[in-house]
């Protein structure tokens, strides 16, 4: 621990002290440069003060959030202009040692000074995801996108070709601070009038309390024709914090998932039921979380029952390495998947349609949108919250629109 520590305050401050020299070659102004650097020195005090006022008990409160915006906002900046000018020293270094050994100028200085524009450019290379993620704090963790997807299956029952399924994902309800955006975002479910709502879990980050202030709101999603099911995240199972016992534990999780009852949605937990449209069904099934390194407690065996191969079936599973590692490869073939969980890591780079990156991806081989897998499809919904960092860069909050269209044309 305290080795740990050690490292920790030896690379805070080469962070300082690099950023401090690139500030220099901007700032002239000494009583400026001082407060600019007061202020660095305050931020740091405080997210030190509030990482260690954490209470594990409690879990993720808006003050943490607070602190992992701020730490995000001033220290991610700070390390890409350190290895922008520490690869310059490098260089510097370098040409001192070729100068000193090879060249052998004495009149040159065996370590050159630092270039004005290479500070300039490592603060101008700093300066976007400053801006960005100042962005994803005040606008783009509301910033809510619906994404329509068609997708084709030779063998949907005909009554159902063009049904439509809303999903959702993610909600944690804890984070929320804007009564008036979630409002917004209930709108835009209504207003996309589908067949069938589908909640792919994380209804809170790990109290069931989190939601009580949301509930009224929740509710306002509409009555869909063919109903509202839900399956369960990891967070609804209220792991990450340390409880008094284990009743508490159990009773929060009864409450978490009565949840989904008081706001219209039928809970699945490692079961199935139909969909029945005119003279055709198609099968319906929801497993509690499965992740690859989560909880494990998604039965796919005990969930589908007597289903056979050929029923079509829409499996509701919200971590998507459940698919990857299992649902892709069983033998009842599953011809869709919805998921979420990785909520795109909240912070990346999207063109829809042509690019698409995330740390995520390093992570989870499906992490956002459409995979396809010899016919068999998962699709892996952005998130409607956020979690951990209060905000969204690049990777926007996701209202996702389904609609099954039978026969071979491309997704």
């Known amino acids: 621990m305290i080795f740990r520590f050690a490292l920790l305050f030896v690379i805070v401050t080469i962070v300082e002290l ?11 102004s000494r009583p400026v440069l001082i407060v600019v650097e007061s202020l660095s020195i305050l931020f740091l005090i405080y997210i030190v003060y509030s ?20 730490l995000l906002i001033v220290y991610v900046p700070k390390l890409i202009l350190t290895l922008f000018l520490l690869g310059e020293d490098i260089f510097r270094l370098g040409a001192g040692t070729v100068n000193y050994f090879i060249n052998y100028d004495k009149e040159a200085d065996f370590f ?11 603060i101008g290379i700093a300066t976007i995801p ?19 997807q068609r997708i084709f299956f030779p063998d949907l029952p005909e009554d159902f070709d063009g049904f439509t399924v809303t999903q959702i994902s993610d909600v944690h309800s804890g984070s929320f601070d804007n009564a008036e955006k979630i409002n917004y975002a209930i709108d835009l479910v209504n207003e996309q009038n589908s067949d069938l709502i589908l909640f792919t879990g994380d209804i809170v980050n790990t109290h069931a309390t989190e939601m009580h202030p949301w509930i009224e709101t929740f509710n306002r999603i509409k009555k869909h ?25 159990e009773e929060n ?13 039928d809970l699945m937990l490692n079961e199935h039921t139909f969909i029945q449209k005119g003279d055709s069904k198609i099968a319906l099934v929801g497993v509690e979380n499965w992740g690859h ?4 407690a998604g039965d796919l065996n005990k969930a589908a029952g007597v289903l056979q191969k050929e029923d079509f079936k829409i499996l509701m599973s919200h971590d998507p390495s459940h698919w990857d590692h299992v649902v892709q490869h069983d033998k009842k073939h599953y011809q869709l998947t919805l998921s979420g969980h990785t909520h795109g890591m909240q912070f990346g780079i999207e063109i829809p349609g ?50 099954l269209k039978r026969g071979s044309g491309i997704a």
């Open 225 to 249: 024709a063919y109903g509202k099911y839900a399956v369960l995240g990891n967070h609804d199972y209220g792991e990450y914090v340390t409880w008094p016992n284990e009743t508490a534990k």
């Open 253 to 265: 999780f009864k409450a978490i998932k009565n949840l989904y009852g008081q706001i219209g949605f």
């Open 130 to 148: 400053f801006l960005s993620l100042i962005y994803g704090v005040t606008v783009g963790k509301y910033n809510y996108k619906v994404i329509k």
């Open 18 to 28: 690099y950023t401090f020299q690139a500030l220099k070659t901007l700032i002239r």
């Open 51 to 70: 990482l260690m006022q954490f209470d594990r008990s409690v879990g993720q409160t808006h003050q943490t959030m607070i602190t992992m915006a701020l």
């Open 112 to 122: 050159e000074s630092r270039r004005k524009f290479v500070s300039q450019i490592g």
């Open 354 to 403: 042509y690019f698409k990156w995330s740390l995520a991806q390093y992570v989870y081989k499906q992490w956002a949108g459409l995979y396809e897998h010899m016919g068999r499809y998962v699709y892996v919904n952005r998130g409607f919250g956020f979690h951990a960092y209060p905000g969204r860069v690049g990777i926007m909050p996701e209202i996702t629109v389904i609609e």
């Open 293 to 296: 390194n989560f909880k494990q």
